[in-house]
Every structure is written in C-alpha cells, then in structure tokens.
C-alpha cells in the first residue's frame, strides 16, 4: 500500500461505527478510503483516499457535507493534488 508520506493524517480510531443513510435511513453507512476521477476542465484527475460513506443496506455512496468542500476546493486548484 502507499506509505503516504508528506500526507497530514487524520487521527482515526479503529471503531468505524455505522452511522444512518443518507438514502436508505438505514444504520448501515460507514466511511471508507476511496479513490475516484473527477473531470475537470478537459482533464482527469484521480483524488485518492477520499473519506466516502458507503452503504451496506442500499449500496449507495455518497459524500459528506465536509468532504464536498474538500473536493471542491481541491478540484478548483488542481495543482495541489498533481503528482508527479
Ligand atoms: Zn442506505
């Protein structure tokens, strides 16, 4: 797996307690590291570990209120998440 050095890492506990659905209402979403591409302006660009809550019930995914801003504010300035 990536050693992600340079990466400011979030404290996280072990515990991933289910929390309720956005769509189902159901108990049963959990946050998970995803990766995912996003289109922007012409470009490609692959955001990684992106925390993304996933529902066991309903199989939906979808991101928290936070996490859109995150994304939003990482995909207006693409240069911080270019890797080379
Ligand atoms: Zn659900």
């Known amino acids: ?20 659905c956005s769509f189902c209402g159901e108990k049963a979403a ?6 995912r591409s996003f289109g922007c302006g012409g470009k490609l660009i692959v955001i990684e570990d992106i925390p993304t809550m996933e529902c ?3 199989r939906e995914t979808y991101y928290t ?3 859109l ?3 939003d504010s990482l995909l207006s300035n693409p240069a911080r998440i270019t890797k080379k």
Do not use: D, I, W
């Open 1 to 20: 797996m990536n050693s992600s050095e340079g990466m400011p890492k979030a404290k996280r506990s072990n515990s991933n307690p289910a929390q309720v």
């Open 30 to 35: 959990h946050e998970v590291l995803r990766s």
């Open 56 to 58: 066991s019930n309903c």
């Open 65 to 67: 209120g936070g996490t």
């Open 69 to 71: 801003k995150t994304l």
